[in-house]
C-alpha cells in the first residue's frame, strides 16, 4: 500500500510539473522538445509538493542564459522553495523549456546554462536592471552599490551549468544579501 502511494505521488508530481498552469505560458520552441537532460550526481531529493504549492510566475526579462521571473507578492517562502524545486525536476526531466525558453545557442547542445532571479517586484527584475546585475564590475563603486541593492529585491533563484564544475546546480530561497567576496548573491536558505 505505501509503494503504491509513493508511485501515485511520484506521477502526480510529474503530471503537476508539466503542466502549463505552473509556468509562464510560453510555448517551447520546436527544436527545445528534442532536448535531453544530462545525468547528474545524487543530489538532495526535493520535497513533495502539489499543484497549489508552485505560485505562478511571468517571464519578464531574459538575457543570454539569465531570465527574471515576477511572482505575486503573496507568495511565501514555501511556495518559492517549490518553484525553485518545480525548475530543477524540469531540467533534470528535459522539460525545462515549456517553463522558460532555452536560448538559441545552447539549444544545439541539448542542455544549457540557466539562472533564474525569481523577483515580486517587475521592476526589479525589468532587463535593463538583471543586465546591470549581469555585467556590473566588482571594482567599480557604483556597481557594487547597485548590486548590493539588486540582491535585497531577489527572492529565490535557481542556477544550472551543464559544465564540469565542482557544484553546477544550486538553488535558495530566502533574503538575499549581495556577498563582496564572491561578487555574486548569497541567500540565507541553500535548497540544494
Partial sequence: MMKSMKIIIIVFCAIAALSPVFGCNQSPSSSAKNSTAQPLPAQKAGPVYSEKDIPKFTLVAANESTYALVVPKETTGEQLEALVFNLRD??????LSRLIPPMAKAEKSGDYTVRVYVFTEKAWA???????????????????????????????????????????????????????????????KELF
Avoid: Q, W
Avoid at 90 to 95: D, F, N, T
Avoid at 134 to 151: H, I, L, Q, T, V
Avoid at 161 to 183: Q, V
Fill in 90 to 95: 524540469a531540467r533534470k526531466g528535459g522539460y
Fill in 126 to 188: 525589468a532587463g535593463p536592471k538583471v543586465g546591470k546585475y549581469m555585467n556590473g564590475r566588482p571594482s567599480n563603486k557604483a556597481d557594487e552599490e547597485f548590486a548590493r541593492e539588486f540582491c535585497t529585491h531577489i527572492r529565490a533563484n535557481y542556477f544550472y551549468t551543464a559544465l564540469p564544475i565542482k557544484k553546477n546546480e544550486t538553488g535558495c530561497a530566502g533574503a538575499f544579501e549581495y556577498d563582496e567576496k564572491a561578487s555574486r548573491e548569497r541567500c540565507s
